[in-house]
Nanobody
Framework: QVQLVESGGGLVQAGGSLRLSCAAS????????MGWFRQAPGRGREFVAA????????AYADSVKGRFTISRNSAENTVSLQMNSLKLEDTAVYYC????????????????????WGQGTQVTVSS
């Protein structure tokens, strides 16, 4: 069973940048596709980005495409989300998640396929 711990959230002005990190432990990191999701007050959990086990394939929500970049470091068992040009509507709790995958090039946009979740980190974008 893998444990996930997010860090890097905080308060930032619109147009600014933040880098979220997620540290994985207790499992075989290379066996998981990884994803980032977010949840704003009063809204459901929303897909943000995903990366395959191989790192060859990534996916982004249309709302963050061109502004956010997901990456993983297998040597350090971490997955990161670089967030640039932040907007007020990016304000949410951001969650890291792990999805066990046999296919090293597969990933999922659906939160229901992810087995393990971090506790979340708050990102607040101010005007």
């Amino acid at each position: 069973q893998v444990q996930l711990v997010e860090s890097g959230g905080g308060l930032v002005q619109a147009g600014g940048s933040l880098r979220l990190s997620c540290a994985a432990s207790g499992g075989t990191f290379s066996g998981y596709a990884m994803g980032w999701f977010r949840q704003a007050p009063g809204r459901g959990r929303e897909f943000v980005a995903a990366i395959s086990r191989s790192s060859r394939f990534t996916a982004y929500a249309d709302s963050v495409k061109g502004r956010f970049t997901i990456s993983r470091n297998s040597a350090e068992n971490t997955v990161s989300l670089q967030m640039n040009s932040l907007k007020l509507e990016d304000t949410a709790v951001y969650y890291c998640a792990a999805d066990i995958r046999f296919n090293e090039d597969a990933y999922s946009r659906s939160p229901t396929t992810y087995s393990y979740w971090g506790q979340g980190t708050q990102v607040t974008v101010s005007s």
